[in-house]
């Protein structure tokens, strides 16, 4: 029976994945997962659900007494998404070190390139949006130099791949020496990013600079995320028993868990959270293995194509769509109605635009 590559990692697109499984003789072509092709349109789909959610909450002043209906839909909305930037870690970590990992370092300098080079895009993009709306504070060229260190995000979303970068880096060491290779220019440049914080606090402080705190850096939670997804994600079909009843029954559990959290304890509720570590578990074992229809292969690997591109732009429309219509002075009906309509028209919007650009060629500069 003939095979298929593996599922792509963030940046990297189905036809890119295909040429670099069956690319030589040493390294036979791989099972595509397709169900981690859905995880991650789910996941894309979650994360302008929670976004969207959000803004009712800002809407309702982060109080039940803003608006209650506005306040509870959004605060269940936000907590509903939260499970997907954790599988995103979960996935990136299957890709690197089981699904696709990079052979050399020129191979991992190509996929860090389908990442940087759309990130100092939207860099500028959402700068000179920040300056058209007025949100700005500060002179754009500082900024700019700010994003550069990673000490300002130029839009809240952007914090991911300012971790995600470093993380594929050291991840991507592993199979490269493991292979016997020297990636020696990746060695240098994690040395730099583990030593930039320490040198940039020094330099400020004995040079009286203004120097911008350093930013590019990723968390002991980013790691176990990727690790133990890689675990999960590569285990056999019916490793975790053939029933997924269980599985979703705990992510709906623990989704509980974490909306009581957001209310009552702290919001924004910790990614390191046991309760999302457990959310993101049961959405991943809920998924694990799926069988996707054939007829609907074609459109879900088109659409995961797009799955990059449409994280970095769905803020501008969340922007635009949920800035004017969302209010806190709904009822319970037009609450969830008016939740459904933003998140739809976001999700629309944003990946017929991916799908636009890419058509045009503008893929590698975009996302």
């Given at each position: 029976?003939?095979?298929?590559?593996?599922?792509?990692?963030?940046g990297?697109?189905?036809?890119?994945?295909?040429?670099?499984?069956?690319?030589g003789?040493?390294?036979p072509?791989?099972?595509h997962?397709?169900?981690?092709?859905?995880i991650?349109?789910?996941?894309?789909v979650?994360?302008?659900?929670s976004?969207?959610g959000?803004?009712?909450?800002?809407?309702?002043?982060?109080?039940?007494?803003?608006g209650a209906?506005?306040y509870?839909?959004g605060?269940?909305?936000?907590?509903?998404?939260?499970?997907?930037?954790?599988?995103?870690f979960?996935?990136?970590?299957?890709?690197?070190?089981v699904?696709?990992p990079?052979?050399?370092?020129?191979?991992?300098?190509?996929?860090?390139?389908?990442?940087?080079?759309?990130?100092?895009?939207?860099?500028?993009?959402?700068?000179?949006?920040?300056?058209?709306?007025?949100?700005?504070?500060?002179?754009?060229?500082?900024?700019?130099?700010?994003?550069?260190f990673?000490?300002?995000r130029?839009?809240?979303h952007?914090?991911?791949?300012y971790?995600?970068?470093?993380?594929?880096m050291?991840?991507a060491?592993?199979?490269?020496?493991?292979?016997?290779?020297?990636?020696w220019?990746?060695?240098?440049?994690?040395?730099v990013?583990?030593?930039a914080?320490?040198?940039?606090?020094?330099?400020?402080?004995?040079?009286?600079?203004?120097?911008?705190?350093?930013?590019?850096?990723?968390?002991?939670?980013?790691?176990?995320?990727?690790?133990?997804?890689?675990?999960?994600?590569s285990?056999?079909a019916g490793?975790?028993?053939?029933?997924?009843?269980p599985?979703l029954?705990?992510?709906?559990?623990?989704l509980?868990?974490?909306?009581?959290?957001?209310?009552?304890?702290?919001y924004?509720i910790?990614n390191a959270?046991?309760?999302?570590?457990?959310?993101?578990?049961?959405f991943?074992?809920?998924?694990?293995?799926?069988?996707?229809?054939?007829r609907f292969?074609?459109?879900?690997?088109?659409?995961?194509?797009?799955?990059?591109g449409?994280?970095?732009?769905?803020?501008l429309?969340?922007?635009?769509v949920?800035?004017?219509l969302v209010?806190?002075?709904?009822?319970?009906p037009?609450?969830?109605?008016?939740?459904l309509a933003?998140?739809?028209a976001?999700?629309v919007?944003?990946?017929?635009?991916?799908?636009?650009?890419?058509?045009?060629g503008l893929?590698?500069?975009?996302?």
């Amino acid at each position: 029976m003939p095979t298929t590559p593996p599922a792509p990692a963030l940046g990297q697109t189905t036809a890119e994945t295909t040429a670099q499984a069956t690319a030589g003789t040493t390294r036979p072509a791989r099972e595509h997962r397709y169900d981690i092709d859905l995880i991650r349109l789910v996941c894309s789909v979650g994360v302008i659900v929670s976004h969207a959610g959000a803004t009712f909450l800002d809407a309702a002043g982060h109080k039940a007494s803003g608006g209650a209906p506005a306040y509870w839909i959004g605060l269940t909305a936000d907590s509903l998404g939260s499970f997907a930037v954790p599988t995103f870690f979960a996935v990136a970590g299957w890709a690197v070190l089981v699904g696709a990992p990079p052979r050399d370092a020129a191979r991992l300098w190509q996929r860090m390139a389908r990442l940087l080079v759309p990130l100092a895009a939207w860099t500028a993009v959402y700068l000179m949006w920040g300056r058209w709306r007025g949100t700005n504070d500060g002179p754009i060229g500082d900024l700019a130099l700010d994003s550069l260190f990673a000490s300002v995000r130029p839009a809240y979303h952007l914090w991911y791949l300012y971790a995600y970068i470093p993380l594929i880096m050291v991840l991507a060491l592993i199979p490269m020496v493991r292979a016997g290779k020297r990636p020696w220019s990746v060695a240098a440049v994690l040395l730099v990013i583990a030593a930039a914080p320490t040198l940039a606090g020094d330099l400020s402080r004995v040079t009286d600079w203004d120097v911008p705190r350093f930013g590019w850096s990723f968390a002991a939670y980013q790691v176990m995320y990727a690790v133990l997804g890689a675990l999960l994600i590569s285990a056999p079909a019916g490793t975790f028993g053939r029933r997924r009843l269980p599985w979703l029954l705990l992510a709906a559990a623990s989704l509980v868990v974490v909306i009581v959290y957001q209310h009552g304890i702290h919001y924004v509720i910790p990614n390191a959270s046991p309760a999302i570590a457990l959310l993101t578990g049961g959405f991943l074992l809920t998924l694990h293995r799926v069988r996707i229809p054939d007829r609907f292969r074609p459109v879900v690997s088109r659409l995961v194509d797009a799955t990059f591109g449409v994280y970095v732009v769905h803020v501008l429309f969340e922007d635009v769509v949920a800035g004017r219509l969302v209010r806190a002075d709904v009822g319970w009906p037009a609450a969830v109605a008016l939740l459904l309509a933003v998140s739809a028209a976001i999700t629309v919007l944003s990946f017929a635009t991916v799908l636009l650009w890419r058509r045009i060629g503008l893929a590698r500069l975009l996302g």
